[in-house]
């Protein structure tokens, strides 16, 4: 069963697709990605987000701002994991976006992984990979250019559970609310935050920030 999309969510992609910078060719496909979201959001509770013109601002558009941020990391074909990815997101809109970002959506729940499996088929998603895991169970050290979490889990915990994921010289991109200070200050002593990016949602009036972190160069230091 298709689900249709009401002209007011696909109006409101094409315009934030347009703020973004992004090429409004790239609606077609996560508008399937949001019809697929929609039809299986009704019998296994995916997100509790459940019209489509709310999961265009909070789960499509919130996904894709953060998406200068991997520019560099899909020019160079390069790896993202995507850790406890949920519904897919931002995983799978930022492949939508970016031809070359090799992205690994991580998660443990069944359910959730079966919808993800499905819509890399249906939606051809060639540079995205499925992994049933618990993320600190993920056995691929030193694999990623980059991990990626949204409303996870504090900072220090997201290190934790996929730290050792991440290549020399790999970042944690953060997707955050309010800048997270309390968050920032309990880091471990070999991570430090690069940078730190305000983000702006169309059609979303939050806070949101992106945050950078790296694992500190042998005799770097934070202090003075």
Sequence with gaps: MTIPIPNAARERLGAGLASL???????????????????????????AVREPLDMVDKHLLDSLAMHPHVDEIARAGG???DLGTGAGLPGIPLAIAKPGLRVTLVESNGKKVRFLREVVRKLALT???????????????????????????????????????????????????????AEIAALPPQWTVAQAHVLRVPGL??????????????GQSADP
Excluded: C
Excluded at 24 to 31: D, E, K, S, V
Excluded at 129 to 144: K, L, M, N, Q, T
């Design 21 to 47: 910078g992004l090429d409004r060719a790239i609606a077609a496909p996560l508008l399937e990605y949001l019809q697929l979201l929609l039809r299986w959001n009704r019998a296994y509770n995916l997100t």
């Design 127 to 181: 540079d995205v990979e499925v992994v049933e895991s618990r993320i600190e169970a993920f056995d691929r050290p030193g694999a990623f250019d980059a991990i990626t979490a949204r409303a996870l889990a504090t900072l220090p915990l997201i290190l934790q559970l996929g730290g050792h994921l991440l290549k020399p010289g790999g970042q944690l991109l953060a997707m955050k609310g309010v800048h997270p200070d």
């Design 205 to 218: 009036d939050a806070e949101r920030h992106l945050v950078v972190i790296q694992r500190e160069a042998p």
């Design 79 to 81: 790896t993202l994991a």
